[in-house]
């Protein structure tokens, strides 16, 4: 019976997150949570604890990431593996499972309130650096629909903002059971509350001094070339892509990932240069082929320059297949030819001193892994992507949530350009300025203002530690409270 409780509470906890946003649901589920652990804390079969939390991970997992069996249906030869997708949702399961039972057998005398939100952020954060890492799991998530709400990615980043939401959720469990924790929260508020409030006022009282005027005609190209889609040729889409060059006056000109129909294996480019007016700049999705490698790359075109940027961050079994040798029945799957990882900076330089983030594809979940000494000053972000492998339903969606959420931790305009949608432009408190629809063929225009926003990444960094050493207050607070 207990892992029937647990597995419907994993679907419920799903529902938190795009495309429902039932937040309400937080404030029953996470007290439940914590009524049930609080329980268990005389168990001490380890077993018990890792069979219900493998069975809560499951039913979230199942449930938020079902569209992850959506690329097997793409093409017919790889419709019978569909079920490999199960692999990802059981591993993840364990994962999650294992840090709990880990962290609840060694937290046994810490309130359950606070022990529930660090086992949640821990898994986040160690899901999100596992191997290859997946960082598509994040509570931050549950505020991405609410622009006054995404103040705390802003301010705390990621991992943090996941803590103090998972948090509030466990709050009713105080007022439910009735136990006496005025001390230990008054306690408590005074080294974490406090200083998180000083930081937000100071940070609101900062003025930014490098604020650019500056403004750039952008226009954005949602094509909608479907991958199955025998009849579209190449040759169809090249004359697709040139007709809606030649008809913008724009001064940036943006598709989605890998839109450009032919392997380049040179970056001559002459077509494309010469559909291009002068001082336009063209963006564009293209699979590059060099020393016997390929590359998932975004070109940046003018009609006297060609400079790219090649994807770092590979979708594991959808852009190279490891071990290879001795996964070749997955073949069908991928392909017989791994993309390789780029090594080029992630800055694209254009005219006039303005620069920009180029971000491929789901590189943009990896939040720690996109800015550095060399980019965190750009004027925004550029995110192409092809969300036709997604689905039609939950996936695409929290793809562009995920981006919302970015924009507003880095503080930077992001521009989303997707080949079947949804693509938008996202200020950088991470509010959609203008989007289209899902697999809708559509273009649209946008003035870019310019700004050099101030960004708070290490400030993150710092919160971390700050919370981190905060834990471990706590812990050794009720340690000895306990002795």
């Known amino acids: 019976m207990s892992i029937l409780i647990y597995f419907i ?43 219900n939390f493998s069975f809560f991970g499951f039913g979230f997992f199942i449930s938020y990431l079902f569209w992850i069996k959506n690329p097997f249906f793409v093409f017919e030869e790889t419709k019978n593996f569909f079920l490999v997708f199960l692999l990802l949702i059981i591993l993840l399961s364990l994962i999650l ?30 899901i999100s650096v596992f191997f290859y890492g997946f960082p598509w799991f994040t509570f931050s998530l549950v505020v991405s629909s609410n622009e006054s709400l995404l103040f705390s990615l802003k301010f705390f980043g990621t991992l943090i903002s996941s803590y103090l939401i998972i948090q509030i959720f466990c709050l009713p ?37 490098n604020f650019n005027t500056n403004t750039i005609d952008l226009e954005i190209f949602q094509l909608n070339f479907k991958n199955n889609d025998e009849s579209l040729t190449p040759e169809k889409k090249l004359n697709t892509i040139i007709n809606n060059i030649q008809e913008s006056t724009a001064d940036l000109l943006i598709f989605g990932e890998n839109n450009f129909p032919y392997l380049l294996d040179n970056l001559d480019l ?26 998932n790359s975004l070109i940046n075109i003018t009609k006297s320059k060609v400079t790219y940027f090649d994807k770092i961050i590979l979708v594991p079994f959808g852009e190279f297949l490891p071990l290879r040798d ?15 990882s780029g ?82 432009v996202i200020d950088n408190n991470g509010s959609i300025i203008k989007n289209t629809k899902l697999n809708n063929i559509e273009k649209f225009e946008h003035k870019l203002f310019l700004q050099e926003n101030t960004n708070f990444v290490n400030q993150h960094l710092i919160l971390k530690i700050y919370f981190f050493i905060i834990f471990l207050l706590i812990t050794f607070y009720y340690l000895r409270k306990n002795v």
């Not at 002068?278 to 293209?286: D, K, M, P, R, S």
């Open 270 to 295: 002459k077509i494309l240069k010469e559909s291009l007016k002068e001082n336009q700049v063209l963006i564009i999705g293209a699979t590059r082929f060099d020393n016997n490698r390929y590359y």
């Open 343 to 424: 090594k080029e900076e992630r800055i694209i330089n254009l005219p006039n001193n303005i620069s920009f983030i180029p971000v491929i594809c789901y590189e943009i979940v990896f939040y720690w892994k996109l800015l550095n000494k060399l980019n965190y000053k750009s004027n925004f972000i550029i995110n192409i992507t092809n969300d036709f492998w997604f689905g039609k339903y939950i996936g695409p969606y929290q793809h562009l949530y995920l981006t919302k959420i970015r924009a507003a931790e880095f503080n930077k305009t992001t521009i989303r350009v997707s080949n079947n949608g949804i693509s938008a």
């Open 173 to 209: 469990f105080v007022f439910i059971t009735k136990v006496k924790f005025k001390k230990e929260i008054g306690f408590l508020s005074f080294f974490i509350v406090l200083p998180i409030v000083f930081i937000i006022i100071s940070n609101f009282n900062s003025k930014n001094n």
């Open 97 to 126: 499972s294992l840090v709990f039972t880990i962290i609840f057998k060694l937290g046994k005398k810490i309130p359950i309130i606070f022990l529930i939100p660090f086992m949640f952020t821990i898994s986040e954060y160690i």
């Open 9 to 51: 509470l994993g679907l419920l906890t799903s529902l938190l997150f795009p495309p429902y946003f039932f937040l309400p649901l937080g404030f029953i589920i996470f007290p439940f949570l914590c009524l049930l652990l609080d329980l268990n804390r005389k168990n001490k079969n380890k077993l018990n604890i890792f069979k």
């Open 326 to 340: 001795s996964l070749t029945f997955l073949e069908n799957i991928v392909g017989p030819n791994n993309y390789s």
